[in-house]
Nanobody
Framework: VRLEESGGGLAQVGGSLRLSCSTT????????MGWYRQAPGKQRELVAA???????NYADFVKGRFTISRNGAANTVNLQMNDLKPEDTAVYYC???????????WGRGTQVTVSS
């Protein structure tokens, strides 16, 4: 199983970034997928997850700012991040299968840096 992230980079406080995670059709159509993040010196934590029927699960610290979505035509799960804060700075990882706990498959991660 391969999960491949794209997007990320540098943003200013209040700015936006978009992450995408592509995978194989079997994983995408059958399981929940999500995004986790890990900041330096901190544990990896769930950011958001989405299941095939579209239900979503967000961490409290991103509710109202981040949106997770699925693109069935491209087998991708996207994370739109708005109103970014310095504390959002972390490496963001795609994961499957997941809802509240991480599954065994991880992408390599993509760095998100928010400067003030």
């Amino acid at each position: 199983v391969r999960l491949e992230e794209s997007g990320g980079g540098l943003a200013q406080v209040g700015g936006s970034l978009r992450l995408s995670c592509s995978t194989t059709g079997n994983i995408f159509s059958a399981y929940g997928m999500g995004w986790y993040r890990q900041a330096p010196g901190k544990q990896r934590e769930l950011v958001a997850a989405i299941v095939p029927r579209g239900d979503t699960n967000y961490a409290d610290f991103v509710k109202g700012r981040f949106t997770i979505s699925r693109n069935g035509a491209a087998n991708t799960v996207n994370l739109q991040m708005n109103d970014l804060k310095p504390e959002d700075t972390a490496v963001y990882y795609c994961n499957a299968p997941t809802w509240r706990q991480p599954g065994p498959y991880w992408g390599r991660g993509t760095q998100v840096t928010v400067s003030s």
